[in-house]
């Protein structure tokens, strides 16, 4: 079965610091890879997306993301984070023809002065 | 993307009541998705909202406590039936707009049980 792995459950880094998300898949000899943001109180907001093609992704917000498939990873990153940024983000996988979403516990993100 | 809209946004509701929960998007989509997200969870898929028919489940949820309807291409809504304080959760739509495109979700429904 697919499954999807936040090893970080909280995360905190100072405010313009960079930021490195870690997500690791598994299934799928072609995964389907996002990254969602919720913030308090709000519904999941799609950063990014892999489908195919170049392994760096990017997104909104100044996020981008790298799918490497020798180590299984789709890793988020952002070079100078926000104290807008502080939320919990989910890394999810699908498969083609099948878009149902499998998603990571998710890694909440905390921003200090 | 499409514009997604859930309602009630909130409510706090009786033990062994219901509660119809809304999601209306502004344009056709293909697919349309119910997820739950128990308190500092992450999202849990309930079913997929086949329009016409009947929903599609995922394991552990069942036609009886979350009926779902989805009677055209731009809504559905989701019913948490006979509720106790564990259905206490946010409960997410989400669509999908066409072949090879990303889920984008609504804002969610944040129900409390009493």
């Known amino acids: 079965a697919q499954s999807v792995t936040q090893p970080d459950i909280h995360i905190t880094v100072s405010e313009g610091a960079s930021l490195e998300l870690r997500c690791n898949y598994s299934?799928?000899?072609?995964?389907?890879l996002f990254w969602y943001v919720q913030s308090p109180g709000q519904g999941l907001q799609l950063l990014l997306k892999y489908f195919s093609g170049d392994t760096l992704v990017q997104g909104i917000k100044g996020f981008e993301a790298e799918f490497k498939r020798s180590q299984s990873s789709f890793n988020l990153r952002k070079p100078s984070v926000h104290w807008s940024d502080a939320a919990e983000y989910f890394c999810?996988?699908?498969?083609?023809?099948?878009?149902?979403?499998?998603f990571g516990t998710g890694t909440r993100l905390t921003i200090i002065p | 993307s499409a514009v997604i809209s859930q309602k009630p946004s909130r409510d706090i509701c009786q033990r062994g009541t219901s509660l119809t929960i809304q999601c209306q998007v502004d344009?056709?989509?293909?697919?349309m998705f119910w997820y739950r997200q128990q308190p500092g969870q992450s999202l849990t898929l309930i079913a997929t909202?086949?329009?016409?028919?009947?929903?599609?489940?995922e394991s552990g949820f069942v036609i009886d406590k979350f009926p779902i309807s989805r009677p055209n291409l731009t809504f559905s809504t989701l019913t948490v039936s006979n509720m106790s304080p564990e259905d206490s959760s946010i409960y997410l739509c989400?669509?999908?707009?066409?072949?090879?495109?990303?889920?984008?979700f609504g804002d969610g429904t944040r129900l409390s049980i009493l």
């Open positions: 299934y799928g000899a072609t995964p389907y």
């Open positions: 344009s056709q989509v293909t697919m």
């Open positions: 989400s669509v999908v707009q066409g072949p090879g495109q990303p889920q984008h």
């Open positions: 909202a086949n329009q016409g028919s009947e929903a599609t489940y």
């Open positions: 999810a996988s699908s498969n083609f023809g099948n878009e149902k979403l499998t």
